[in-house]
């Protein structure tokens, strides 16, 4: 089982509509937690950082839950702009150590 | 904010060549930085954590003597690919951490081994 887990999509959403990503981590002792986004040949640009009182940032909401050990995205009103993938990211305790989901992938379409 | 300059950003070499890739934080002093590999439509693999000033910390199944990595100062990491071979070719990247701005990442190189 992978340490980070992210269902791969591709989701594939009309503009305006909501989406929500979820991730899984493995090892409960995982301290930080972000979602990065990366656009094809890019390099991953952080979004937002996650915590447990959950986090808003315009469109975009995380939550984190501790006991079930997941951390989900949620993208309001969606924009052609949002097309990328969307990376869950943890950070292991005790040092800098991240671990990367696969990413999941989404499509805006007009 | 922060930034991470990597060069080249692409690069094409012959097969057995080996190539050298910069990291370099340009506004911050950097005492970790991390080298991540990516193949098509895969996610980023850590390959290694650099620190400054001592040897780098390799991830399982990554060859350090394959994948030489320096870290001679607080704003340069270097990643040497060495005798390189097509199987090498992919996108690398390099991040540095810090604690207020999480993971700012490089713009990665591609490189291409022909």
């Known amino acids: 089982r992978k340490e980070v887990e992210q269902d791969p999509g591709p989701f594939n959403v009309p503009e305006g509509a909501t989406v929500a990503f979820n991730c899984t981590y493995s090892n409960s002792a995982s301290q930080s937690f972000f979602w990065y986004r990366q656009d094809c040949r890019k390099e991953p640009k952080l979004l937002m950082s996650v915590y447990s009182s959950g986090n808003e940032d315009g469109r975009f909401t995380a939550q984190l839950n501790r006991a079930s050990q997941y951390i989900s995205l949620l993208i309001r009103d969606s924009k052609l702009s949002d097309s990328a993938t969307y990376l869950c990211v943890v950070n292991r305790a005790g040092g800098f150590k991240t671990i990367f989901g696969a990413g999941t992938r989404l499509f805006v379409k007009a | 904010g922060a930034v991470v300059s990597q060069h080249p950003s692409w690069v094409i070499c012959k097969s057995g060549t080996s190539v050298k890739i910069e990291c370099r934080s340009l506004d911050f002093q950097a005492t970790t930085m991390f080298w991540y590999r990516q193949f098509p439509k895969q996610s980023l693999m850590l390959m290694a954590t650099?620190?400054?000033?001592?040897?780098?910390?390799?991830e399982q199944g990554v060859e350090k003597d394959k994948f030489l990595i320096n870290h001679a100062s607080l704003t340069l990491s270097t990643l040497t690919v060495t005798s390189a071979h097509p199987e090498d070719s992919s996108f690398y990247i390099c991040?540095?951490?810090?604690?207020?701005?999480?993971?700012?990442f490089g713009s990665g190189t591609r490189l291409t081994i022909v």
């Open positions: 650099s620190n400054e000033g001592s040897k780098a910390t390799y």
């Open positions: 991040s540095a951490a810090r604690t207020d701005y999480g993971y700012t």
